[in-house]
């Protein structure tokens, strides 16, 4: 492949198709699946990754915001999106865009009822999200007669579904805890299907839940980063493929003398003869300054060049003493051979926060083959 010449997010759909049928061969040929594409699909291409996902199969989408489900209506996408934190605000242009709501709390049971009934819908559908221990979002186990008080006898809104999050699903030491979400989220189902007469449809798992959890997958299943080709263990991980490469180049070497320093508040001192490269990717194309000072690499030529000094703004510094490279030389910051799960664990985070803090300067490339 050409020299990428300039920071570059490689976007591969075929590691998206694949990471969707093994996530797919995990759970059985009834149970349904959400493509979670929230954040611009976890800081890839949220449109591109939405199409793909449509036109592999995928029954449901879901997006955190509404002005997320909006961009992909506009877009053309058809299948249905679930919003999992509307605001009331955006209630109208939700219904307007056909998009389907979270309920999570009473407050936004009631805002929602209201505008649906200006709007006279019928039958708009609706998802009833229950907290069951991770005490985020969501309407508590004794909120079920609330809720049926406050949908009776109406016909603007339809409850389609619901939905419990775990909280440690990726944490075996937290088993115990996660079981125990389940069967809370199995009872209220019960008592719910009971006093509606009818049985929504139920969804409580997450990739990790996908995979520790099999059991739990109910009626349809959730997943957002194991479609991204990230699994939260490395026996997953090496199932999976990445989809987003993050490349950038070598602007400029530097031969470096002993004592000499490199960078802002010169953070960095050589302690002998070095070489640096200048690569054009810094702190607000979503390297933050945590990398700095030896904690991240980069990748060079199949070998690990470690961040010196203080990340900057549009650059970092990295050390390549001893690692044959030239200016124009092309650079993977993370990818299918150089995980983003580890260069966020160097900087003792997650996958979830280097994927989606990629900027929006960096150039998103579609590889389709
Ligand atoms: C983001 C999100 C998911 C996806 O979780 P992954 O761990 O990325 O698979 C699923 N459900 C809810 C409610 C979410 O907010």
């Given at each position: 492949?050409?020299?990428?010449?300039?920071?570059?997010?490689?976007?591969?759909?075929?590691?998206?198709?694949?990471?969707?049928?093994?996530?797919?061969?995990?759970?059985?040929?009834?149970?349904?699946?959400?493509?979670?594409?929230?954040?611009?699909?976890?800081?890839?291409?949220?449109?591109?990754?939405?199409?793909?996902?449509?036109?592999?199969?995928?029954?449901?989408?879901?997006?955190?915001?509404?002005?997320?489900?909006?961009?992909?209506?506009?877009?053309?996408?058809?299948?249905?999106?679930?919003?999992?934190?509307?605001?009331?605000?955006?209630?109208?242009?939700?219904?307007?865009?056909?998009?389907?709501?979270?309920?999570?709390?009473?407050?936004?049971?009631?805002?929602?009822?209201?505008?649906?009934?200006?709007?006279?819908?019928?039958?708009?559908?609706?998802?009833?999200?229950?907290?069951?221990?991770?005490?985020?979002?969501?309407?508590?186990?004794?909120?079920?007669?609330?809720?049926?008080?406050?949908?009776?006898?109406?016909?603007?809104?339809?409850?389609?579904?619901?939905?419990?999050?775990?909280?440690?699903?990726?944490?075996?030491k937290e088993k115990a805890f996660s079981l125990n979400q389940i069967e809370c989220f199995t009872k209220i189902a019960k008592s719910l299907d009971q006093l509606l007469g009818y049985k929504p449809f139920r969804h409580m798992l997450n990739t990790s839940g996908i995979l520790n959890y099999p059991e739990a997958q109910f009626e349809m299943v959730r997943s957002g980063i194991g479609l991204y080709g990230y699994g939260n263990s490395a026996a997953i991980d090496a199932q999976l493929k990445p989809v987003a490469n993050l490349k950038t180049v070598?602007?400029?070497?530097?031969?470096?003398?002993?004592?000499?320093?490199?960078?802002?508040?010169?953070?960095?001192?050589?302690?002998?003869?070095?070489?640096?490269?200048?690569?054009?990717?810094?702190?607000?194309?979503?390297?933050?300054?945590?990398?700095?000072?030896?904690?991240?690499?980069?990748?060079?030529?199949?070998?690990?060049?470690?961040?010196?000094?203080?990340?900057?703004?549009?650059?970092?510094?990295?050390?390549?003493?001893?690692?044959?490279?030239?200016?124009?030389?092309?650079?993977?910051?993370?990818?299918?051979?150089?995980?983003?799960?580890?260069?966020?664990?160097?900087?003792?985070?997650?996958?979830?926060?280097?994927?989606?803090?990629?900027?929006?300067?960096?150039?998103?490339?579609?590889?389709?083959?």
């Amino acid at each position: 492949m050409a020299n990428i010449g300039e920071t570059t997010l490689e976007i591969d759909l075929s590691a998206l198709e694949h990471n969707y049928r093994y996530l797919k061969s995990k759970i059985s040929d009834s149970t349904k699946f959400l493509g979670v594409v929230k954040a611009f699909a976890y800081g890839s291409d949220m449109v591109a990754v939405a199409k793909k996902l449509e036109s592999l199969g995928t029954d449901y989408l879901a997006v955190a915001y509404v002005k997320e489900g909006v961009l992909l209506r506009e877009s053309g996408i058809k299948t249905p999106i679930l919003v999992l934190h509307p605001q009331p605000m955006n209630f109208e242009l939700l219904i307007y865009y056909h998009l389907e709501p979270s309920m999570y709390s009473p407050r936004i049971l009631k805002r929602f009822l209201e505008t649906a009934e200006r709007l006279q819908t019928t039958d708009y559908p609706v998802h009833i999200k229950f907290n069951t221990g991770l005490n985020r979002l969501g309407f508590w186990e004794n909120d079920v007669e609330y809720i049926m008080q406050h949908l009776e006898g109406k016909t603007a809104i339809k409850i389609v579904s619901i939905f419990s999050h775990l909280a440690a699903s990726e944490d075996s030491k937290e088993k115990a805890f996660s079981l125990n979400q389940i069967e809370c989220f199995t009872k209220i189902a019960k008592s719910l299907d009971q006093l509606l007469g009818y049985k929504p449809f139920r969804h409580m798992l997450n990739t990790s839940g996908i995979l520790n959890y099999p059991e739990a997958q109910f009626e349809m299943v959730r997943s957002g980063i194991g479609l991204y080709g990230y699994g939260n263990s490395a026996a997953i991980d090496a199932q999976l493929k990445p989809v987003a490469n993050l490349k950038t180049v070598v602007s400029q070497l530097h031969k470096i003398e002993p004592n000499e320093s490199v960078g802002y508040n010169r953070a960095f001192t050589s302690d002998g003869y070095k070489t640096t490269a200048t690569l054009p990717i810094g702190h607000a194309d979503g390297i933050g300054r945590q990398y700095g000072n030896m904690k991240g690499s980069v990748s060079i030529n199949g070998k690990p060049a470690p961040i010196i000094g203080n990340v900057c703004m549009d650059m970092i510094m990295v050390d390549v003493t001893g690692i044959e490279c030239k200016e124009g030389d092309e650079v993977l910051v993370f990818g299918a051979s150089s995980s983003a799960e580890q260069f966020a664990a160097s900087a003792k985070t997650i996958s979830y926060e280097i994927l989606t803090a990629i900027s929006s300067r960096v150039k998103r490339v579609l590889i389709d083959p």
